[in-house]
């Protein structure tokens, strides 16, 4: 059974950092790309950022750039989102998804390409 488990998130105050992390289970993450995405209420899912499985090509929302850093550990099978200077608005569920499909980098953050889900973790941003 594939799936991916998420850990991390939680309340923090404007300025301060988290750490995300999404482990696999029952399947390597050598052959997936992995997508950081999330949801506010009333917005749709957005990708936040993105690794390809086939040259770690990575992809940044431009509302994070060179705030959030996406790295995987692929003997760890976990792949982890650093996030710093967090801001109000990165208030949301956050989700991590995985796909084998290779694609470009400016299409690696679309939502309809991920095929497993993790089960989201909440992050509150708020002093």
């Known amino acids: 059974q594939l799936q991916l488990v998420q850990s991390g998130g939680g309340l923090v105050q404007p300025g301060g950092s988290l750490r995300l992390s999404c482990a696999a289970s029952?399947?390597?993450?050598?052959?997936?790309?992995i997508g950081w995405f999330r949801q506010a209420p009333g917005k749709e899912r957005e990708g936040v950022s993105c690794?390809?499985?086939?040259?770690?090509?990575?992809y940044y929302a431009d509302s994070v750039k060179g705030r959030f850093t996406i790295t995987r550990d692929n003997a760890k099978n976990t792949v982890y989102l650093q996030m710093n200077s967090l801001k109000p608005e990165d208030t949301a569920v956050y989700y991590c998804a995985a796909t084998r499909l290779i694609t470009t980098v400016q299409t690696l953050c679309t939502p309809s390409i991920y095929t497993n889900w993790g089960q989201g973790t909440q992050v509150t941003v708020s002093s």
């Open positions: 690794i390809s499985h086939s040259d770690y090509s990575t």
């Open positions: 029952g399947f390597t993450l050598d052959y997936y790309a």
